[in-house]
């Protein structure tokens, strides 16, 4: 395993937002995923915001959008001074990020578990009117999965196959009630007793019970190894559409 | 008026690349030579209201022109968030179309029913409502809607008027001299057989919001009786202060707040608010008097 950290640039980024010099990057829990999406992954620049063509990401874990900001300076799609004042009354970065105001910044969000649905009409809207190039990431966090409107979309998009669509969770295990064998292990179902056998059956398998349950490919990675997670963000396959889950530091 | 808006829907599919239906489950049976000719743009989400509606605020992202259906109780009152982060504030449109309204599902219970469904739509910014009095109003409506981007609510009942009246702005129906009794959709032929004979000018609109506020005060009366199929008062807000700078009355009639937990027929549910002719005769008359 090859553990990159972010570049010295970002960690400048980052404390332009935080104004904190102690704080590690780590406690920006969804940094490197957003700087490998945006670094290596998505089809996607500050001059085609605009360009049907283009891939989507949609931050829809919308709070602590710090890291979001900073790979956003550091790629040119926002002014680096955009930092210096968030969530100023002047200021367009605010805790939430919202689309009216940033430009490359696909929707408004911090209400959680409304980005697989957009996302999903996304997908389905590009897939309308033969745009069959662009994907669409939608970056959700392991706690947001609690919201049932989630539920709604993983559901529908496993069972009609939507092949252009990967959620991205960011597992630092900081849901209440965790998930019948974890979100990423197998280990904690065997100590969850009187599952039903078939129930037990889809969550054994390695990887998320909610997605695995419905039919998504996944692919588990250390939300800090640059190299895993653009093998991961990369591995989607047809017909189904695709989870990628990295695991970063529990959640203090 | 249902079968209206499968068929306009249906042509505008045929018509415009721009349109989409999204459905959870409702009507979906009615929808299904569409989706044969159009299987990327009927798009039925099973019974997921929060998805239909975060899906149409997606297909809007794309630039796609989303035309939502269910019970007025499913799309708007259990999606309201959705409605308003999911299209509101993402700064998108999407035309909302209910059937069951208030309480055509009387039958069905107070789970089918939806009175509060306009007066949520005056919580959110640039919506319009179009509430139609009868079949013939619901293509022109729906198909002026599918040309703009703007958010746009068409709340469908059983009930209806005998006569289509398509034009959106206030209409005069008849001219009296104490006070003016709007009537919002499918009230007017019952508002008209409760003021027979009474002293009132009755207006007619489909189109609640936003409300002819130039029409109503061209009328000249400062009496103002507003009769809407959906929660009793939900425009007085909106009459207020569209007569802010006269002295005036205004008295809302509409479905009350109650939960009645009884069935019986949309007749027996129109008695006890106060909604058939008799009980609109009664409240009239005595705000005139």
């Known amino acids: 395993m090859t553990v990159t950290t972010t570049t010295n640039r970002l ?60 790979v956003l300076a550091a790629k040119g799609f926002i002014p680096e001074d955009w930092l210096d004042d968030v969530a100023g009354p002047e200021s367009r970065l605010g805790h939430h990020p919202d689309r009216l105001l940033v430009p490359g910044v696909e929707i408004g969000s911090g209400s959680l578990g409304h980005g697989l649905g957009l996302g999903v009409g996304t997908a389905l809207g590009l897939r309308a009117q033969g745009l069959t190039t662009p994907r669409v990431y939608v970056l959700v966090g392991d706690a947001e999965l609690d919201e049932g409107s989630n539920h709604e979309a993983i559901a529908y998009a496993g069972a009609t196959g939507l092949d252009t669509i990967t959620a991205v969770v960011i597992d630092n295990q900081s849901t209440t009630h965790g998930w019948p064998g974890g979100i990423t292990s197998s280990s904690q179902i065997r100590a969850t007793a009187e599952l039903s056998p078939h129930v037990e059956a889809a969550w054994v398998r390695p990887w998320l019970g909610p997605f695995g349950f419905h039919g998504w490919s996944s692919a588990t990675v250390d939300g800090r190894d640059h190299d895993a997670i653009e093998r991961a963000l990369k591995s989607h396959e047809p017909g189904r559409p695709h989870v990628v889950v990295a695991v970063v530091e529990t959640k203090e | 008026m249902r079968e209206t808006f499968v068929d306009t829907a249906t042509r505008l599919l045929d018509d415009d690349p721009r349109t989409a239906v999204v459905l959870a489950d409702i009507s979906a049976v009615a929808f299904e030579p569409a989706a044969r000719r159009h299987p990327d743009r009927v798009l039925n989400m099973g019974i997921r209201e929060q998805l239909m509606v975060g899906v149409a605020g997606g297909l809007a992202l794309t630039g796609l022109r989303p035309i939502v259906h269910s019970y007025a109780t499913f799309v708007v009152d259990r999606a309201y968030e959705q409605i308003k982060l999911d299209i509101g504030h993402q700064g998108v449109g999407a035309i909302l179309v209910s059937v069951g309204a208030s309480y055509d599902g009387s039958t069905a219970g107070r789970t089918h029913m939806s009175p509060g469904d306009v007066a949520l739509f005056d919580t959110l910014d640039g919506w319009t409502v179009h509430v139609p009095g009868h079949a013939g109003e619901v293509a022109p409506l729906l198909i002026a809607a599918a040309e703009h981007d703007e958010p746009v609510y068409i709340r469908l009942s059983t009930h209806h008027n005998s006569a289509p009246r398509p034009a959106t702005g206030l209409q005069t129906i008849k001219r009296g001299q104490r006070a003016v009794v709007v009537a919002v959709g499918p009230m007017l032929d019952t508002v008209l057989a409760a003021t027979e004979g009474l002293d009132v000018t009755v207006a007619y609109t489909n189109t609640p919001r936003p409300f002819d506020v130039r029409g109503l005060r061209a009328l000249g009366h400062h009496d103002v009786v507003m009769v809407e199929p959906y929660l009793a008062g939900t425009s007085s807000a909106v009459l207020a202060e569209a ?24 007749k027996d549910h129109a008695r006890w608010h106060g909604l058939d002719a008799a009980g609109l005769r009664r409240s009239i008359s005595e705000f005139v008097n």
Do not use: C, M, N
């Open chain 2, 243 to 266: 007569l802010r700078d006269v002295p005036s009355r205004v008295l809302g009639l509409g479905v009350g707040r109650a939960d009645l937990h009884r069935y019986g027929s949309p």
């Open chain 1, 11 to 70: 960690d400048e980024l980052l404390r332009r937002i935080t104004g904190d010099e102690k704080h590690a990057p780590s406690a920006h829990s969804t940094l490197d995923v957003i700087w490998v999406l945006y670094d290596r992954v998505l089809q996607v620049a500050p001059d085609r915001v605009g360009d049907p063509d283009r891939d989507r990401f949609l931050l829809s874990k919308g709070h602590g959008p710090a890291a979001f900001y900073a």
